[in-house]
T-cell receptor, first 114, second 114 residues
Framework: AQSVAQPEDQVNVAEGNPLTVKCTYS??????LFWYVQYPNRGLQFLLK??????LVKGSYGFEAEFNKSQTSFHLKKPSALVSDSALYFC????????????FGSGTKLNVKP | KAGVTQTPRYLIKTRGQQVTLSCSPI?????VSWYQQTPGQGLQFLFE???????NKGNFPGRFSGRQFSNSRSEMNVSTLELGDSALYLC?????????????FGPGTRLLVL
């Protein structure tokens, strides 16, 4: 079965330190990969996506993600965390040839402490 | 450009009632998808409309229905509400319905069924 895994329910990091939010997937056929962020009582906000090309994708608010095909991973990273980055982060994977086959991870709550 | 808007933002209903939620996509976007978000099940795909046609439907009972108008605005209807329908309902729009397209989400409608 196709799936997306975010192995950590919660990630805690101190402000100014680097952060990583992990995502692995089991979706066939070189899928497209996305990261979204959700603040309390808000919808999902697009951060970045991997379509093709360079394995390091840069996105909004200083976030970037590293695609690793052999490990089927797409980890979200930021060199220096801000308290305002505290939110719920979702990894999403879409089959390359099917718009509607869009799989979301369960979400990782990022807590950045001052 | 204005983002995806959803109305109402909050709704309280009782079991057995029906409810209609509205979504206005980003101007120029023709694809509208609906998702249900709950703490237990995460994000689940409901259905997707493109040019007034429902192109795909998730695994939800027939009580959940929707439609799209010629201006791309979409409505979702839930009849005979059950307690388990309490959730955040998210609408997302995209320019086209191709797999690499980014979906942009609205703020959601939080439905509470008593």
């Amino acid at each position: 079965a196709q799936s997306v895994a975010q192995p950590e329910d919660q990630v805690n990091v101190a402000e100014g330190n680097p952060l990583t939010v992990k995502c692995t997937y089991s979706v066939s056929g070189n899928p497209y990969l996305f990261w979204y962020v959700q603040y309390p009582n808000r919808g999902l906000q697009f951060l970045l996506k991997y379509i093709t090309g360079d394995n390091l994708v840069k996105g909004s608010y200083g976030f970037e993600a590293e695609f690793n095909k052999s490990q089927t991973s797409f980890h979200l990273k930021k060199p220096s965390a801000l308290v305002s980055d505290s939110a719920l982060y979702f990894c999403a994977v879409r089959e390359r040839n099917n718009f509607n086959k869009f799989y979301f991870g369960s979400g990782t709550k990022l807590n950045v402490k001052p | 450009k204005a983002g995806v808007t959803q109305t109402p933002r909050y709704l309280i209903k009782t079991r057995g009632q029906q409810v209609t939620l509205s979504c206005s996509p980003i101007s120029g976007h023709r694809s509208v998808s609906w998702y249900q978000q709950t703490p237990g099940q995460g994000l689940q795909f409901l259905f997707e409309y493109f040019s007034e046609t429902q192109r795909n439907k998730g695994n939800f009972p027939g009580r959940f229905s929707g439609r799209q108008f010629s201006n791309s605005r979409s409505e979702m209807n839930v009849s005979t509400l059950e307690l388990g329908d309490s959730a955040l309902y998210l609408c997302a729009s995209s320019l086209a319905a191709t797999a690499q397209e980014t979906q942009y989400f609205g703020p959601g409608t939080r439905l509470l069924v008593l």
